[in-house]
């Protein structure tokens, strides 16, 4: 696998619709520490406002949240410790229910590339919630062992992480691993899938990617296994 395809668990960009007027105007930011900035170039493809950004950030614990699918259920724990604001933001997102009814667009099967990608309202990977916010980035993930270089790290079986068109350009798009990957540790990993949502994940990628026109057996495209993403649901915190 090239490097671009092991970087590529990016946002593709987003819509461009935006007014000129819109454009013009200083994009808003909150205050907290998280510091979550609207984008007027790539508006939100399901109305939501931008979270809220307390000073003390919740930066403790984990928790559950029941994902249900069309394949079946995928369980997630969510880890405050290690990316408190993406773990804010994911919440917001959920109680607002931007993701309900959303369809994950994006599956790879790369030797040292296996995951599943969601977030977008508009199936496209383009879509995004029209804000962004800073990388919470992992360090203590172990090298990977398929890149003698030591530049990848170990993206293991079952890690939830931000997709990403950069640094700092969090958004809505996420990326649940379902098979040891080696990417360079530039996406915010805040949880962990349960066992039951490895099961799911395991079946969607045993249906494949669905074949074009271009590429009748590819191995990073649309899965054939239809997965939206039914409800997100958040436990009852404050």
Same mark, same amino acid.
């Given at each position: 696998?090239?490097?671009?395809?092991?970087?590529?668990?990016?946002?593709?960009?987003?819509?461009?619709?935006?007014?000129?007027?819109?454009?013009?105007? %200083?994009?808003? @930011?909150?205050? +907290?520490?998280?510091? #979550?900035?609207?984008?007027?170039?790539? !508006?939100?493809?399901? &109305?939501?406002?931008?979270?809220?950004?307390?000073?003390?950030?919740?930066?403790?614990?984990?928790?559950?949240?029941?994902?249900?699918?069309?394949?079946?259920?995928?369980?997630?724990?969510?880890?405050?410790?290690?990316?408190?604001?993406?773990?804010?933001?994911?919440?917001?997102?959920?109680?607002?229910?931007?993701?309900?009814?959303?369809?994950?667009?994006?599956?790879?099967?790369?030797?040292?590339?296996?995951?599943?990608?969601?977030?977008? %309202?508009?199936? @496209?990977?383009? +879509?995004?919630?029209? #804000?962004?916010?800073?990388?919470?980035? !992992?360090?203590?993930? &172990?090298?990977?062992?398929?890149?003698?270089?030591?530049?990848?790290?170990?993206?293991?079986?079952?890690?939830?992480?931000?997709?990403?068109?950069?640094?700092?350009?969090?958004?809505?798009?996420?990326?649940?691993?379902?098979?040891?990957?080696?990417?360079?540790?530039?996406?915010?990993?805040?949880?962990?899938?349960?066992?039951?949502?490895?099961?799911?994940?395991?079946?969607?990628?045993?249906?494949?990617?669905?074949?074009?026109?271009?590429? %009748?057996?590819?191995?990073?495209?649309?899965?054939?296994?239809?997965?939206?993403?039914?409800?997100?649901?958040?436990?009852?915190?404050?």
């Amino acid at each position: 696998m090239t490097a671009l395809a092991a970087a590529a668990l990016v946002v593709s960009g987003g819509s461009t619709t935006a007014s000129a007027s819109a454009s013009d105007a %200083p994009p808003r @930011t909150t205050h +907290g520490p998280c510091q #979550y900035t609207q984008t007027p170039d790539e !508006p939100a493809s399901r &109305p939501v406002p931008l979270p809220r950004d307390p000073r003390h950030t919740p930066s403790h614990g984990t928790f559950g949240m029941a994902v249900r699918t069309s394949q079946g259920p995928l369980p997630l724990r969510l880890n405050r410790a290690k990316a408190p604001c993406t773990v804010q933001s994911f919440l917001h997102l959920a109680r607002h229910r931007f993701y309900d009814r959303t369809v994950c667009h994006r599956l790879t099967a790369y030797p040292t590339l296996k995951v599943l990608q969601c977030g977008d %309202p508009t199936s @496209t990977g383009e +879509g995004g919630p029209g #804000y962004k916010y800073k990388d919470e980035l !992992p360090v203590d993930l &172990p090298p990977a062992p398929s890149d003698p270089t030591g530049a990848r790290r170990l993206y293991g079986r079952g890690l939830l992480a931000m997709a990403n068109a950069g640094p700092n350009t969090n958004g809505s798009q996420f990326f649940v691993v379902y098979g040891d990957s080696a990417l360079r540790p530039n996406y915010t990993v805040f949880g962990t899938v349960g066992a039951a949502g490895l099961k799911t994940l395991d079946k969607i990628a045993a249906g494949g990617i669905a074949p074009t026109a271009q590429d %009748p057996a590819p191995v990073d495209g649309t899965p054939v296994l239809r997965t939206e993403l039914l409800n997100v649901r958040p436990p009852c915190l404050p």
